[in-house]
């Protein structure tokens, strides 16, 4: 039954269930009766209220084991980016439980509260929900080492990272001291990322070019992914993070001059006197401007590609994992399994 007052839905995340109902809807107001606060959750036609505890009493515990491991935490995401970043991390064979964070306020939540709500996996390849959603107490400060503390990664965006309203910055800082896996993805793409990521984390990273790129592992993505990994990734508007050395999952796909010529700098009439021309025997002066302007121009490209990366890694020597994903575009959806993989296994 509804307590007192209407509760209007918006889906938030939908995923496979055993009914086929697209059941995971968050309601963005809240009502009271005597003091105890109730939010709405809708499952297909059903609704429920489930109380919310103004602590994290009764939030699941999740051992870091095959049976109950940790949970991946998604800080204040989006649907389209929960949907990208949560869909193979609750199916085989990674089945890990997520929370979602978030201090955005809705209806009579207060702006100063975090409220999470925990997505657990079947493991046979589908999804259900089950309870587990708390409310963190108005200090932000307690609650953000409650939750990351449930957690084996937290998630979170560039732009979240570095807002002066995000309080949470020295409980994440604290969690990769501990071992602890932090995940910045691109959603608004700073410049300032890399030198911000740099003077939190401990590495020495930059922000590079931006383009799009056709991308292939390196040897130490080699080693890291799964031996069923596609060999290519496809990121566009990639932001990419120029690194230090073993620390690039990806690089873009070694292209050749004539590619590079044609595909990247726009001008195929290059091609007209072959891939390496006799510049002595052409006659036309501009045009031999305009090779030497284009063979610079790839050098520099060859440079710049050989140390940067959509998707680092950086590790601490206490244990804490930094990763980088600079896909914002979000077009190759086979970077989920990627994404999944190392949210689960680093």
Not at 85 to 102: D, G, M, N, Q, W
Not at 229 to 235: D, F, N, Q
């Amino acid at each position: 039954q509804r307590q007192r007052g209407v509760c209007h839905c918006r889906l938030s995340l939908s995923l496979p269930c055993p009914d086929g109902l697209s059941f995971y809807s968050t309601c963005r107001d809240s009502v009271e009766d005597s003091g105890v606060r109730f939010v709405c959750l809708s499952r297909g036609a059903c609704v429920k209220v489930v109380k919310v505890q103004a602590s994290m009493a009764g939030f699941p515990e999740f051992e870091d084991s095959p049976e109950t491991p940790k949970a991946v935490c998604m800080y204040n995401m989006s649907s389209s980016r929960l949907v990208h970043y949560t869909c193979k991390i609750l199916e085989e064979p990674f089945s890990r439980p997520v929370v979602i964070a978030e201090t955005h306020p809705y209806g009579n939540v207060r702006e100063g509260m975090i409220l999470s709500q925990v997505l657990f996996a079947t493991g046979q390849n589908r999804a259900r929900y089950l309870g587990g959603l708390a409310c963190a107490t108005a200090d932000r400060e307690e609650a953000y080492p409650a939750i990351f503390s449930k957690c084996k990664t937290v998630v979170i965006s560039d732009a979240c990272l570095t807002s002066d309203e995000f309080r949470g910055l020295n409980a994440l800082i604290d969690f990769y001291n501990k071992g602890g896996t932090v995940v910045v993805y691109c959603e608004i793409g700073l410049f300032a990322i890399g030198d911000k990521l740099s003077e939190y984390f401990g590495c020495s990273w930059s922000l590079g070019q931006i383009d799009h790129f056709t991308c292939v592992p390196t040897e130490a993505g080699l080693n890291f992914l799964p031996e069923n990994s596609r060999p290519e990734i496809y990121v566009g508007s990639a932001h990419m993070m120029v690194v230090q050395d073993n620390e690039a999952l990806y690089q873009p796909k070694p292209t050749t001059r004539a590619e590079y010529l044609k595909d990247y700098y726009g001008m195929p009439n290059l091609l007209d006197h072959g891939d390496n021309p006799d510049l002595d025997s052409i006659e036309d002066k501009d045009w031999v401007e305009c090779w030497k302007d284009a063979l610079n121009s790839w050098e520099r490209f060859q440079q710049q590609n050989s140390n940067s990366t959509p998707v680092a890694v950086h590790r601490a020597d206490a244990g804490g994992k930094l990763v980088w994903i600079g896909d914002r575009a979000q077009e190759d959806t086979g970077i989920r399994a990627v994404l999944a993989h190392i949210l689960c296994n680093l």
